[in-house]
């Protein structure tokens, strides 16, 4: 976990969580100023940002490039109190650890987030490959609303075979 630099007295101990994210949902962050996740879609109960680096790059490398042609890594701060009220699921392995916020919440969550939610990493397909056919590519801008993620319970698009 990364250490959160020490501030006044009166500000609140924080969380540090991660969030993979595919283009159309990064685009709609930084519609926020970088200080807000956007509302679920209706079949997307859950909002889950995961407690570790790691486990965030695993996802956005393997399943978002896949599905949406480049995926990113993003870290944020949260009030450590607030945070405390949701659950951490373990969704595999040891680390695989995830906080699973109900979509209905989420607007309040966004209020508890200090500061501004930073892109620490990008990853795009090898080189020689294009996105999946279809995707929206790397630049690609999505209207803002309602966003559907990607996430590793959802089975990658099948390798095409040249």
Do not use: C
């Not at 200090?114 to 990493?121: D, M, N, Q, S, T």
Request: hydrophobic residues 35%.
């Amino acid at each position: 976990m990364i250490d959160t630099p020490r501030r006044d007295e009166a500000a609140p101990a924080t969380r540090t969580l991660w969030r993979p994210t595919g283009p159309e949902e990064l685009a709609l962050v930084e519609a926020s100023g970088w200080r807000a996740w956007p509302p679920r879609l209706p079949d997307q109960p859950i909002f889950y940002p995961v407690l570790n680096e790691d486990y965030a790059i695993r996802i956005a490398r393997d399943w978002n490039v896949p599905a949406s042609g480049v995926g990113h890594v993003t870290r944020f701060e949260i009030e450590a109190d607030f945070a405390a009220r949701y659950p951490v699921r373990q969704a595999g392995g040891e680390t695989i650890l995830e906080l699973w916020v109900p979509a209905e919440e989420l607007a309040e969550f966004n209020r508890h987030i200090v500061g501004r939610i930073e892109l620490v990493r990008s990853f795009h397909p090898p080189q020689g490959e294009s996105p999946r056919p279809g995707s929206r590519g790397p630049g690609a801008r999505r209207p803002a609303g309602p966003q559907k993620a990607t996430h590793p319970r959802r089975k990658p698009p099948a390798a095409r075979t040249p």
